[in-house]
């Protein structure tokens, strides 16, 4: 068995048991693979033994990388999880099934054109700046609901909500007031939890746990 299949299997039974452990309803968050900088041959153990959620960072890697094994591998589902920039928005409608970083009109704007030009069915994530941080992408939580509400106006698929908490600080805070966000407008999905808090973001109920390092190991790119 190759490692990242370990790996993979490891990470699995860590969220059952803390699933089972927790109160409430059980659930299936799904895990995405981020094999960003990885190469091919690092991907194709997962893909052969049936993993269909892979994320990346960036659409031209993503499209050198994908655009073939897509077509092999009919059942993949690819996560847009950068920054994505406009002028690599028609790249990116192409190649991707998700989109995890949706924070900005101009932004969505352009999604709307290209996606309803393509008829194309891509489930969108609007991203979150919970710790308010110049450095990280996301609206401000202040401006969610009429954020949300212009999103649905251009007729995009808005599924739930993304964040990243501020580095070095307890997630937990910021995992709550996710959840109490997309609560607020009514999205049942949440992409929150990366390899080192997606035990914590499981307490509350991400439904997309977007692991690395965890599975493919260190990057060396």
């Given at each position: ?6 790996n ?11 699933i ?61 999880l ?61 401006n ?12 995009l698929?808005?599924?739930g ?10 997630p ?50």
């Open positions: 068995m190759h490692q990242t299949q370990s993979l299997i490891e990470i699995q039974n860590k969220i059952k048991k803390k089972n452990e927790s109160s409430g309803n059980k659930y299936n968050p799904k895990i995405i693979a981020v094999s960003k900088t990885f190469p091919e041959q690092e991907i194709l153990p997962l893909l052969n033994s049936g993993h269909n959620e892979f994320g990346e960072n960036k659409v031209q890697e993503a499209t050198q990388k994908w655009k073939n094994l897509k077509e092999k591998y009919d059942q993949v589902r690819l996560h847009m950068g920054k994505l920039q406009t002028n690599k928005v028609k790249n990116a409608v192409e190649i991707f099934d998700y989109i995890h970083s949706l924070d900005n009109l101009k932004l969505a704007n352009k999604l709307a054109k290209e996606i309803h030009e393509k008829n194309k069915e891509i489930k969108i994530f609007i991203q979150i700046n919970l710790g308010g941080e110049s450095q990280k992408s996301g609206i401000d939580p202040s969610l609901e009429v954020f949300y509400k212009n999103c649905l106006d251009l007729k698929n808005i599924i909500t993304m964040c990243i908490p501020p580095d070095n600080q307890d937990k805070p910021f995992f709550k007031e996710m959840l109490n966000l997309n609560n607020k407008i009514n999205l049942s999905e949440i992409s929150m939890g990366m390899t080192n808090d997606f035990l914590e973001a499981i307490e509350f109920k991400s439904t997309y746990l977007r692991i690395g390092t965890g599975i493919f190991g260190k990057r060396f790119i």
